[in-house]
């Protein structure tokens, strides 16, 4: 589904030079394709054009709009429901100059998509967020939560990455083909609307679901910080109290070595250098 701007935008723009088809306009510009200009869509806040609109596939795994938006106003427009085929294939229309793969980064796809298409100045950006509601085809496994580190001895995502709720998908199974897909976290509220990637069947969260789902992501992650900051604090005192502890045997160290000197004395009949050489000392 393309992705829209809801009436809480702010007018920052920070979206519009982030979107790899030209498709965010200012309220009142007109938007333009292949030429020929059209009127506005909206007229005191910024808009997305959905015909240019491949919420990013072919070029980022991710909205790159909802990306950066403050005030999380880019959301997937439940009345557009598009699949990746669809999408790629308008990337491929809006940009005939590049070659886009099957496989280019889509947010179908988190993991494992090529690299942007080259010479469009486009810039692939790391998948820190999942901006729309459908999601992978049937044979994808729901995300996990899609922050959690990979399996590691120590923690691998800084805090900034684990704990951005722009990153957060809500697994959930299609109440009519049963299939896995997830859901971004900031968009799982009451009332909106769905559609499976699989069946297009719609899936409206409820207020109870919601709340249970904020309960577990906040309590999850609220945890997880709380004993990352104090790991963190445990570590770095443990940090400071070991480069004293080197720092203090590197004094004594060097103690040693000058009363080592100074009992290093040879005992007997000073002899000085004769001849050429002495007269150089
Ligand atoms: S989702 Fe991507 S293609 Fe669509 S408006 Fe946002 S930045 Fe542009
Ligand atoms: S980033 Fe968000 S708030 Fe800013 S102009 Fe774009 S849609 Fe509006």
Known sequence: MATVITSECINCGACEPECPNTAIYAGGVPWE????????????????????????????????????????????DPNIPETETVLLERARVLHPELTIPDDAPSRFRKEGGAPAPAGDGAEAKPATANGAAAAPPAAAKPAAVAAAPKAAPAPAATVEEEFNPIAWEVPVICKDCNEPWTIPYRHFQAGVVFYCPSCSGSYVPKSQMCRAVRETFEGFYNARRAEREVFERRRAKEAAAFVAKQDAEMADFK???????????????TVRPTGIGSMFT
């Open 33 to 76: 394709l292949n030429g020929e200009t059209h009127p506005a869509v909206a007229q005191d806040i910024y808009y997305i054009e959905p015909s240019k609109c491949t919420e990013c596939v072919g070029f980022h795994d991710h909205e790159a709009c909802a990306a950066v938006c403050p005030v999380d106003c880019c959301i997937p």
């Open 255 to 269: 103690k040693r070595l000058e009363d080592l000197s100074h009992s290093m004395k040879p005992a007997g009949k």
